[in-house]
């Protein structure tokens, strides 16, 4: 299968704690971007980061990308409940394709 | 801000009917693209337009066609829908650049076939 991987599959964290998930890939990229998705919606784009950054912040959100493991992580800090949702990751490798990963479902307790 | 519209949120076929969905872009998009997503496989491209009446095949075009007649509007065809056509389908467009800029998401269509 082309398509990414991201662990874990379904996280559930406390209001005020930090979410981490983890995205692995499998050939060389461009750039990867995150991606957020509220329940039975359409996708909405969060960060991207591209091969030759190693870390990138926006807001709470902060991603890593190590190339040399195909990986990258996206920490959400301070969660809020309004993050409950399902994050994706996609990379793009130079043609027209991103490679979506599978996704992450996160639920923030309040 | 970038608009995608797609004309159904749900939708509901039988079997064999010709289904068509469609999506609308508002920012001159060059790229659009059609993916279908269930659970557990992530998004996968069904079809991609780089321009007026081009169009690549994805991963899982079979039982699907495209159009693109105006830049604005990527239409996805059903020929004869089956039951395992039943999915969320999400149309998306973005700049043409190589460099694989942010993709911008319609709200997607839930597509039930009987």
């Known amino acids: 299968s082309q398509q990414g991987e991201e662990d874990p599959q379904a996280l559930s964290i406390q209001e005020g704690e930090n979410a981490t998930m983890n995205c692995s890939y499998k050939?060389?990229?461009?750039?990867l971007q995150w991606y957020r998705q509220n329940s039975g919606r359409g996708l909405v784009h969060l960060i991207l980061?591209?091969?030759?950054?190693r870390e990138k912040h926006s807001g709470r959100l902060r991603v890593t990308l190590d190339t040399s493991k195909k990986s990258s992580s996206l920490l959400i800090t301070a969660s809020r409940a309004a993050d409950t949702a399902s994050y994706f990751c996609?990379?793009?490798?130079?043609?027209?394709?991103?490679?979506f990963g599978t996704g992450t479902r996160l639920k923030v307790l309040a | 801000d970038v608009k995608v519209t797609q004309s159904s949120r749900y939708l509901v076929k039988r079997t064999g009917e010709k289904v068509f969905l469609e999506c609308v872009q508002d920012?001159?998009?060059?790229?659009m693209f059609w993916y279908r997503q269930d659970p557990g496989l992530g998004l996968r491209l069904i079809y991609f337009?780089?321009?007026?009446?081009?169009?690549e095949k994805g991963d899982i075009p079979e039982g699907y066609s495209v159009s693109r007649e105006k830049k604005e509007r990527f239409s996805l065809i059903l020929e004869s829908a089956s039951t395992n056509q039943t999915s969320m389908y999400l149309c998306a467009s973005s700049l043409r650049t190589s460099r694989g800029g942010e993709q911008f998401f319609g709200p997607g269509t839930r597509l039930t076939v009987l």
């Open positions: 050939t060389s990229i461009n750039n």
């Open positions: 980061i591209r091969s030759n950054e």
């Open positions: 996609a990379s793009h490798s130079g043609t027209y394709k991103y490679i």
């Open positions: 920012m001159d998009h060059e790229n």
């Open positions: 337009s780089y321009d007026v009446k081009m169009k």
